[in-house]
């Protein structure tokens, strides 16, 4: 017979004996039952990790999206947006670290990411992305031409 103890943030652990070839159906059946009807006061999930308050969360954020693109009653929602996340992050006992934000650990390598980025970023804006654009077309000329844009 082995000993199997099993954890369920209960004071002690609760300990199952299952046969070692594992024929033992009454014992696997214990088991299951034990942790399958766990009460559920001992997995308790705090509110602040509810399913019901993401999904306020993101009916929020989507109100805000929408209030400002649809029907423009808000200014831009990126400012709104980011103290709403700023605000839940802190609501869920979360800090900068929680999101990814840390000190680097080396500056030398993030400010040489940093200007490797921009130049890619001004090498595509000018020779791959450049000729999408519209060129711009002075008022004499519209004018001239009679054609109103």
């Known amino acids: 017979m082995r000993e199997l103890t099993l954890s369920l943030d209960q004071p002690g652990p609760v300990a199952i004996k299952l046969a070692s070839t594992g024929r033992d159906k009454v014992g696997f059946k214990a088991f299951m039952e034990h942790a399958v009807s766990a009460p559920q006061a001992a997995i308790q999930h705090s509110w602040r990790q509810s399913p019901w308050l993401s999904a306020s969360e993101f009916l929020i954020g989507a109100g805000i999206v929408i209030g400002h693109n649809v029907y423009h009653v808000l200014p831009n929602e990126v400012p709104i947006l980011f103290v709403a996340g700023w605000i839940s ?34 090498l595509l804006g000018l020779f791959l992305f450049g000729h999408l654009r519209r060129p711009q077309v002075s008022s004499t000329a519209r004018t001239a031409t009679g054609k109103q844009r």
Do not use: L
């Open 89 to 122: 992050i802190h609501f869920r006992n979360g800090g900068w670290k929680t999101v990814g934000f840390r000190r680097p650990k080396s500056w030398k390598r993030t400010a040489v990411f940093a200007m490797c980025t921009a130049v890619v970023r001004i």
